[in-house]
């Protein structure tokens, strides 16, 4: 019985580490100012590239710069449009998320009709890289250290980056200088902050690292990834959503990963808890997995109003965020 | 004699206007050195390029006898130049230490060393501020807020320090904390620019005053050797004769009173402070004041645009109080208002100039249509009328010139047949010849027997276009007075609050003696 | 010193607007075409195919044209429900949960209708689809103007709770579910009864849908309503300077409600018409337009007849890309989406080309 509490505290963190990715970097480009809905795609960009680079160079580390890289681009691309050339954030991102999905898709498509196929992860290198293993020490405390302490490598990157981001946002300088373009751009202008770089290195930074994410779903999540099996499959949009729900801070977004991991987890364990807890939680088999796939949504819908219900002042949402800043319209 | 700033031959102009023409500027190390002169002469232009806001288009800048060039905020910076803009540049979510430290150049990379911070207090300790570094910004009140932009550049080490009208939002009590802080400066061997309009504390503070005038460099003077009434003349100048029509027409009773009104402004300060006036029909009253005196705050609160506080106002003795601005315009009190940015309010930029005529009326037409046909009469009329340079009436009004803007937006207003038409700032930006049409098209109004309530910025041809003439300052009324009694200097001493006639002549309290008021009204 | 500066071009010349898009079209058509050659597609063939949709050589090049205009109806009308509000600057990205709403609501009248007349079957589909998108669409606008709610987020929770909602009906078998076949182990989606389902003018082999007539005579109509009447002459009035609109007296609150109603009400309709002429209901009715729909209206500049030829384009590229995929294999349908990502991009950029230009800005002759 206890196995099952183990396995669905390990599944929470195996199947949901991409929305900390995903969530991570879109709330360091909203940070900027820039709301960008092309997460969808830029993951499925980074997780392709990343893969099959990979996979030739038989190397997780290779594997993973490419992913950053390949989505890096990507963020380069919504950057050069919306910040240079004052095109609509919506949408830009939205065709972001049309043309990564559509990418990633045809590609898979086009390698599953050739000859060799789509290339398997099983007996390479990479896969051994990627595979879980058991932190030392921590992983034998009793109950839960085998569901937090035994995973890939990509998994406590996912947890660095978010730690890494928080201390970034809130101790050092640069970070500070982040949020006040996102908050009052011509403010941070008038104090010598370079709006235009600081808003570009961003959006790419947080572009890449929702590759990573990407890169995550082909790697650690099982099964196949081809073209007809897309696992981005609604990730990248519960991160946004998760953003909001993490009120743009990245130490929430970790809590709101196993948040909506949780959920997550019920939807596809439910039958396991019921059958394991037949007293106690036999009622979850009523409720359908549908419900469980729509929470994180619905309960984002309830943040959003409630949040605007309330006094802006303790949002964490960027005060600019949305909107294209031209110097000369101050 | 070393001076910690010169500026040589400045000229800035955008498009056609010149803002400063041929500017030479002196400000000596360790002095306080007031820069002096009404709306539009050029100050916050000519300090914006110290700033690094702005590039001058010719002339040359030395610090400290150096000749430098200014490109960004950040050259400023490097130069010790520190500017305390009117209106702040401060993230409102931040705390007071955040919003210091984003400038703060060579103190690392990570945030609150402690050395940080201990550096920000002992400057703070130095000068005598007393300020909370961990207040969120918008928690804090106006002089908070402008204690924190002063702080600010201290802390980046600047020598040199611009402050843009600072006394504007503050108390009395509040300047007198600031003017010990500006001369602490000083004796800490700071060199300070201040701009401001108000005489009595140019003559408490500054060392030397510099006057501009319309543009140009008149005089810098020393302040022990001169007088208001002298800076006065030297701010306002000679009295220009205007060839501008001032018909005299026959006047009818009070069509619009205003009694005892308050408004509060955009962030909850009182603008707008008891002022009584009226306005009868044939006749022009002009509004002075120094820019953001309450001007925009009144019009709006007649308009209905803007939620009244406290007072009256009734036009042809119905209170127009609460009703919408629709109601208003239908009643005949017709609004328009030139913001700076000239397309603010009134125009719809990316329509036609069709589209525009029938943004107050359109409603008018029976059915779901929109009456174009007539709208493009209209139009057309407007066009030919008023001499609108456009290709057709179809074209977008961001397309055109401002002077025609500016014809097209009152071609409107007159055409609806107001009998109240208030006009702020309708010269707005315009060459010699596009203003004097637009003096024309009001003159005819006049003739016709609306009431005009007229807000200027130009003192000349305020005086020799309006009846009477309305002077404010900070939102209060500080008296009428009739264009053909008063002198250039008395309205410039009204506007800097140096004196208020009001009560003084019994007649120049804005109460009409045939007022449409009973007097239970006026006790309620 | 000189410094390049981008000023805003004063003139619009429409003629250089058209040559900066066509620019931009042909450079993302060959960077499509670079990508088929690196599969070893002859991108000539290819685009060829795509282009005349399977017309050519086809003894049922009839079907051709009725599967187009499947995939173009709902496209159009839901590109001109969103050019209705991002024209008042309201971002409804809810277009596919709003076009679920009513795909439900529609098919919960069809599939209980056995034994009515068709017309009036159809008439309620539609009418009942537009009443509840159309609240939907209220709803939002109301927490919008009341609470400042951002409607970007609130529109994009709408659509994947919608869609959940779907397949939640698509998946269940249960006693109420009247969705589902009966005869069918699994859970499957239903055939309409046949007094739901969309009737035509035949010509010949070809049958003309009534939803192909009501799209062209709702395009008409929405040209209409925001050219020539006081309504659509509020929401460019609005959409232009909400401060001038209130200026000018203009309930701008009260726009913004009856504006987002339309919008989604529309979307509402172009779902009841989908369902009614492809007789059933599934959880990809919507097509994606919600999402296509926001691209079309955006390179058409939410104007009328652009998104009506826009429409046209895509439902081709669309269509064209499925009718190519018998021949092509290896490329699906995804390599429409692609090919519309790269156009939008390149239309972007083209835009920004047309209307802005780089002037060299002397800066100060210092004396």
Known sequence: MLEVITLFLFNIIVYNIPLLYGTTGEIMIEKSGSLNLGVEGTMAIGAVAGYLVGIKADSLLVAVLVSFIASGLVGLLFSFLTVTLQANQNVTGLTITTFGVAFYYFIGNALANSEGGWPRLNDTKLAAQSQAFAIPGLSKIPFIGEALFSHGILVYLGVIIAVLMWLYFNKTVPGLKLRAIGENPAAADSLGVNVTFYKYAHIIAGSGIMGIGGLYMGLNMGGTFEGSNCWINGYGWISIALVIFANWSPAKALLGTLVFGFFNTLRVQNAALAYAFPNALGWLTKIPSHFFSALPFIITLIVLIASSLSSKKKSGEPQAIGRNYYREDR | MEYAIELKGITKSFGPVAANKNINLSLQKGEILALLGENGSGKTTLMNMLSGIYMPDSGSIFIDGKKVSINSPEDSGKLGIGMVHQHFKLVERFTALENIRIGMRDAGRFMHGADVRKKIEDTAAKFGFDIDLDKIVANMAVSEKQTLEILKVLCYGAKIIILDEPTAVLTVQEIDRLFDVLRKMKEEGHSIIIITHKLNEVMAISDRVAVLRHGEYIDTVVTKETNEKALTELMVGRKIELNIDRPVMEKTHPLLEIRDLTVKNDEGAVAVDHINFYIRGGEMLGVAGIAGSGQKELCEAIAGLRKIEDGQMIHEGESIVGMSPKKILEHGISMSFIPEDRLGMGLAPSLSITDNMILKNYNESKGIFVDRKSAREEAQKVIDRLEVVTPSTETPVRRLSGGNVQKVLLGREIKSGPNVLITAYPVRGLDINSSYTIYNILNEQKKKGVGILFVGEDLDVMLALCDKIMVICHGKLQGVVNSNHTTKEEIGLMMTGTINIVNKEGKTDGIAKDSAFTDEEVKA | ?367
């Not at chain 3, 509840?132 to 103007?145: E, F, P, Q, R």
């Open chain 3, 1 to 367: 010193m000189k410094k390049y500066h981008l000023v805003r071009r004063a003139d619009a010349k429409l003629s250089r607007t058209l040559i900066f898009y066509a620019v931009g079209i042909l450079v993302s058509l060959t960077i499509g075409a670079i990508i088929l050659s690196v599969l070893g597609i002859n991108p000539f063939d290819y685009y060829g195919k795509m282009f005349t949709i399977g017309l050519v050589g086809n003894r049922y090049g009839y079907k051709s044209i009725e599967g187009l205009l499947k995939i173009f109806v709902p496209l159009l009308i839901t590109s001109l429900a969103l050019s209705l509000s991002f024209k008042m600057r309201f971002w409804n990205i809810g277009g596919e949960g709003e076009f679920l709403i009513g795909a439900i609501t529609a098919s919960i009248i069809a599939f209980n209708s056995s034994g009515m007349p068709n017309f009036v079957t159809v008439l309620l589909m539609c009418l009942a689809a537009m009443i509840s998108s159309g609240i939907i669409g209220i709803a939002i606008a109301a927490l919008k103007v009341r609470f400042n709610t951002n409607e970007t987020l609130m529109t994009l929770m709408i659509n994947y709770i919608m869609l959940y909602v779907i397949r939640y009906i698509g998946e269940t078998k249960a006693d109420w579910n009247f969705f589902l076949r009966e005869d069918s182990e699994r859970p499957k989606f239903g055939t309409f009864p046949d007094s739901a389902v969309m009737a035509g003018i035949p010509m010949g082999q070809f049958k003309l849908l009534w939803s192909v007539i009501i799209a062209l005579l709702l395009t008409v109509i929405v040209y209409v309503y925001l050219k020539y009447t006081k309504q659509g002459y509020e929401i460019s009035v609005v959409g232009d300077s909400s401060a001038t609109a209130k200026y000018a007296g203009m309930s701008v609150g009260k726009i913004v409600l009856r504006t987002m109603f339309i919008s989604s009400a529309m979307i509402g309709l172009a779902a009841a018409l989908t369902v009614s002429a492809s007789g059933t209901i599934s959880d990809t009715v919507t097509n994606n337009v919600g999402w296509t729909g926001i691209i079309v209206a955006w390179l058409s500049k939410l104007s009328v007849p652009a998104v009506f030829v826009t429409s046209i384009l895509i439902s081709i590229l669309q269509y064209g890309c499925q009718a190519a995929a018998t021949q092509y294999p290896a490329i699906d349908s995804n390599y429409a989406d692609l090919l519309q990502g790269l156009i939008l991009f390149s239309v972007l950029v083209a835009d920004f080309a047309a209307n802005f230009k780089i002037v060299k800005k002397e800066e100060a002759k210092n004396a």
